[in-house]
């Protein structure tokens, strides 16, 4: 099975331009240096209407969904949920009008409390009517199949908290990690895209800095890692070109192909 990956936010919580900052990537003119929050769209690479799911679903999801034309969505898996992870799935309604059918929602089990605490008018409405979404919690306890495609799960940690990524094939997508236990990473050898975080040079308590995801990319073995989630620390073109062969900063609306079992 051949599908395609779009990175439809390369940026950390705050998105770049950072609010009221003059730096030079906050008033660069590359677009390169525009990121959005995160947010990552597979679709089938076949039909008029291809089956789509999201990994994350960020504050600018409606504005990523009109960019990239997501006409259909069938489910959504979360790495985590903090606010730059979870904060435009009132959004996803509109999918369950349409599609008039309820959307699964895969996450590790401390994920979905989290979330069903953030949304409990989601979960538990105050009165009929308003249009809520309509949402599966489903916990990930191992790997599981969704949409015909068998998905690992990556332990990991984000300072404390206990996150995931995933795999699908020969695609590795990892987020906001800053621990990723021996375990994790010999499930992640031998991929062919490796999805990285990189928030900033200077070492951070919560996520991987410049040094350490080179690194564990170096470790990996990938034939092409993308960094993501980047604060406006890091400009594109001066951090790119520092890179090892094989190695690039990512940037909102990269795609590629992957192929999964």
């Given at each position: ?35 959005l ?28 969904a ?25 959004d ?34 105050p ?69 990285l ?65």
């Amino acid at each position: 099975m051949t599908m395609k990956a779009t990175l439809m936010g390369t940026g950390t919580s705050t998105g770049v331009p950072s609010i009221g900052c003059d730096c030079p990537t906050c008033t660069s003119d590359d677009p390169r240096d525009k990121r959005l929050r995160a947010g990552l769209l597979i679709r089938d690479t076949e039909g008029e209407n291809p089956r789509a799911f999201l990994v994350d679903c960020g504050p600018d999801f409606r504005q990523q969904a009109l960019h990239y034309k997501i006409q259909r969505l069938d489910g959504l898996l979360l790495t985590h949920s903090h606010f730059d992870h979870i904060a435009g799935i009132d959004d996803l309604r509109i999918y369950n009008f349409r599609q008039k059918q309820m959307l699964p929602v895969y996450a590790l089990e401390n994920t979905l409390q989290d979330l069903s605490r953030r949304y409990d008018y989601i979960f538990h409405p105050p009165q009929k009517g308003g249009g809520v979404a309509s949402l599966d919690l489903i916990p990930i306890v191992g790997p599981f199949t969704f949409l015909g495609m068998r998905i690992i799960p990556l332990p990991a940690k984000h300072g404390i908290l206990d996150i995931v990524g995933f795999r699908f094939g020969d695609f590795v997508y990892m987020t906001d990690a800053s621990y990723l236990p021996p375990e994790t990473m010999d499930l992640m050898r031998g991929c062919k895209t490796l999805v990285l975080n990189m928030l900033r040079r200077k070492p951070h308590s919560t996520h991987f800095c410049f040094d350490e995801a080179v690194e564990i990319a170096r470790e990996i073995g990938a034939k092409q890692t993308w960094f993501i989630h980047m604060a406006h620390q890091l400009k594109h073109a001066e951090t790119d070109a520092e890179l090892p062969e094989g190695m690039n900063l990512a940037w909102d609306g990269v795609e590629f192909e992957f192929e999964c079992e």
